[in-house]
């Protein structure tokens, strides 16, 4: 907790990277959330497993709507993981357990 990182955005390409534990009660602290109270503005997580495909498809669509003029501009990362999540909504609806997982943590 003492630590502060310079990072203003990591995305956790992996299943359950904020996910609860069930072993102690400090495990309510996630990957994604520790990122965030050490200094990590944006933090974005899966909540779940996620498919390979699917998560492949999600950093493509962040990624892509979030650079700007070559560089990274998180003033929309919000926005952009939405936008993301609901076109892979759009493309399989009866789904969700593809495309729910996904969270944005920070402003």
Avoid: F, K
């Avoid at 069930?22 to 109270?37: G, H, K, Q, R």
């Amino acid at each position: 907790a003492g630590q502060r990182l310079s990072a203003e955005c990591v995305y956790l390409s992996a299943c359950d990277t904020h996910a609860p534990g069930t072993e102690t009660i400090d495990e309510v602290v996630t990957l994604a959330t520790a990122l965030n109270y050490v200094g990590c503005r944006h933090v974005i997580a899966a909540l779940s497993p996620i498919g390979d495909d699917d998560a492949v498809t999600v950093a493509g669509h962040v990624y892509r709507r979030l650079m700007r003029s070559g560089r990274l501009d998180l003033t929309d990362a919000a926005r952009a993981v939405h936008a993301a999540l609901l076109a892979l909504r759009d493309a399989d609806p009866g789904s969700p357990d593809n495309w729910a997982p996904y969270l944005h943590i920070g402003p």
